[in-house]
């Protein structure tokens, strides 16, 4: 799906975290609705926003 930037399996409380990105919220409503929940396999889902960058870097660094 052209939404999903990351997925990651995980343990803990949830399977996997999933990094999306929309460009508004009504965006965001009709993927949950139309795309993510009609996939059999998902039996429920937590959204998390963010509401800000304190860090985000994507490249390690060479020692």
């Given at each position: 799906?052209?939404?999903?930037?990351?997925?990651?399996?995980?343990?803990?409380?949830?399977?996997?975290?999933?990094?999306?990105?929309f460009e508004s919220m009504d965006e965001y409503?009709?993927?949950?609705?139309?795309?993510?929940?009609?996939?059999?396999?998902?039996?429920?889902s937590h959204s998390i926003f963010v509401i800000?960058?304190?860090?985000?870097?994507?490249?390690?660094?060479?020692?």
């Amino acid at each position: 799906m052209k939404e999903v930037q990351s997925c990651f399996h995980v343990s803990g409380d949830y399977d996997y975290i999933v990094k999306m990105a929309f460009e508004s919220m009504d965006e965001y409503r009709d993927f949950m609705i139309n795309k993510l929940t009609k996939i059999n396999v998902i039996g429920n889902s937590h959204s998390i926003f963010v509401i800000g960058d304190v860090k985000d870097d994507t490249a390690y660094q060479l020692i």
